[in-house]
């Protein structure tokens, strides 16, 4: 089992910062894909930001410029600095870690999300 673990969530005003950390715990063989979504109250979880094993990133439009996704191969852990935060980001953080346990068996693991609330 790979278990993901988020924390850095909180309430922060318009215009603030925050930084949502992903810890992987367990046995990986290869950590290929590491990504970060949201989901707000109503809606669909979505795509923000993803990071390959070659550091390849994708971000969505909305924070494209405010968000950057980074990672730390050697933790296998996973950052997102979110700046300029607005009340629209308001949603629970899940991360999403895909890769290999072991050379044969795949994983797609989801961390169990943490809050960020902005206020106006």
């Known amino acids: 089992q790979v278990q993901l673990v988020e924390s850095g969530g909180g309430l922060v005003q318009a215009g603030g910062f925050l930084r949502l950390s992903c810890a992987t715990s367990?046995?990986?063989?290869?950590?290929?894909?590491m990504g970060w979504y949201r989901q707000a109250p109503g809606k669909e979880r979505e795509t923000d930001a993803t990071?390959?094993?070659?550091?390849?990133?994708t971000y969505a439009d909305s924070v494209k410029g405010r968000f950057t996704i980074s990672r730390d191969n050697g933790k296998n852990t996973m950052y997102l600095q979110m700046n300029t935060l607005k009340p629209e980001d308001t949603a629970v953080y899940y991360c999403n870690a895909r890769g290999l346990r072991t050379s044969v068996f795949r994983f797609n693991s989801w961390g169990q999300g943490t809050q960020v609330t902005v206020s106006s």
């Open positions: 990071i390959t094993n070659s550091g390849t990133t």
């Open positions: 367990g046995s990986i063989f290869r950590l290929e894909f």
